[in-house]
């Protein structure tokens, strides 16, 4: 996408925004949460070091994932993933080991690791939140509607995409769905899913699943109460690396990969646009925690 292309694709996105019932969202730039609330873009770390994030609306916390590096020798090192939870009405922070990747679910947030076997502890509270025979899931806030996946595994050992408990009506092939990165809405009358290959869809009950087609999409889709979607996707550009979550565009050439946008699409919606030109996993947020990350990012940076 050339530049004037996406100008026209921000500003497209700015008029379907302007309509959105909660225009707030947060998101990872250059490796540290910032977030976009009523037009105001802040940000709320100076780490250039979080690899993935999520945000409870219900729970005031935020969670940030970082690697702790090791060395064992002068040739090896040792990497451990370690997760900051903060609770921003307090301050107070306790640190989770060994999770590697989270996301916003079920009103809490829970961890996400790629491969099967997923922990169920939310990192907030502690809790062991299960739905068996759900072996991954995600849930509404208050957790009476529950959508996932009975097995995992290889590609044919991955069970369709279910909602309801028990299991009660498939909303999409195995195929179709990245088991990682589908999500359910705060108040579960959405559900969003895609994969490399397949479109980026939302369901809002049997027989109305709406889809888009897409180019590159990374990380966990967020979508809200009224269908619309927040996604990691290609720009078209090129962007130097320093990590997967710390890049920029590329000056000359083209760079080390293709530059990762905030998306946004909502059914009715031809194709995705883009609301910030780089970025990475995207989360819709309430005004007033956007406030409370803003207030706690205030203190700790003036050491209150």
């Known amino acids: 996408m050339n530049r004037s ?7 497209s996105a700015a008029s379907s925004f302007a309509q959105s019932k909660s225009p707030c969202f947060a998101f990872l730039l250059r490796a540290d949460v910032t977030i976009v609330c009523h037009g105001k873009t802040s940000q709320i770390t100076h780490r250039r070091d979080i ?19 090791t060395p064992l020798d002068k040739d090896r090192n040792e990497v451990h993933s370690k997760t900051s939870v903060i609770n921003l009405g307090t301050g107070d922070t306790k640190q989770v080991a060994g ?22 502890r939310d990192v907030v509270t502690d809790e062991e939140v ?18 996932g996946i ?42 969003a899913w895609f994969n490399d290959t ?18 590159t999409i990374a990380d966990p889709v967020s979508v809200n109460d009224s269908g619309e979607a927040l996604v990691a996707t290609g720009n078209g550009r090129g962007c ?39 970025g990475r996993t995207p989360q819709w947020i309430k005004p007033e925690t956007a406030e409370l990350l803003r207030r706690w990012s205030a203190r700790k940076n003036t050491g209150r």
């Open 5 to 11: 292309v996406l100008i026209v694709a921000l500003l």
């Open 51 to 69: 690899e993935d994030f999520a945000v409870s609306d219900e729970l005031s916390s935020l969670a940030y994932v970082t690697s702790v590096v």
């Open 99 to 120: 999770i590697e990747g989270i996301v916003s679910t079920c009103g809490g947030i829970l961890p996400n690791q790629i491969g099967p076997g997923t922990s169920t």
């Open 130 to 147: 299960q739905f068996p025979p759900f072996v991954r899931f995600r849930c509404s806030s208050d957790r009476r509607v529950v959508a």
């Open 150 to 191: 009975t097995s995992e595994g290889s590609r044919d050992q991955m069970s369709d995409l279910y909602v309801g408990h028990p299991p009660a009506v498939k909303i999409a092939a195995a195929a179709d769905v990245y088991v990682h990165f589908f999500n359910i809405s705060p108040d579960g009358s959405k559900i």
């Open 198 to 215: 397949r479109p980026l869809c939302v369901y809002s009950g049997p027989g109305s699943s709406r889809c888009v087609e897409h180019a």
């Open 240 to 278: 130097v690396y320093k990590s997967p979550t710390n890049f920029r565009p590329a000056r000359l050439g083209a760079g080390d990969d293709e530059c990762l946008g905030i998306g946004y699409w909502k059914p009715g919606m031809k194709s995705i646009v883009f609301l910030e030109a780089i």
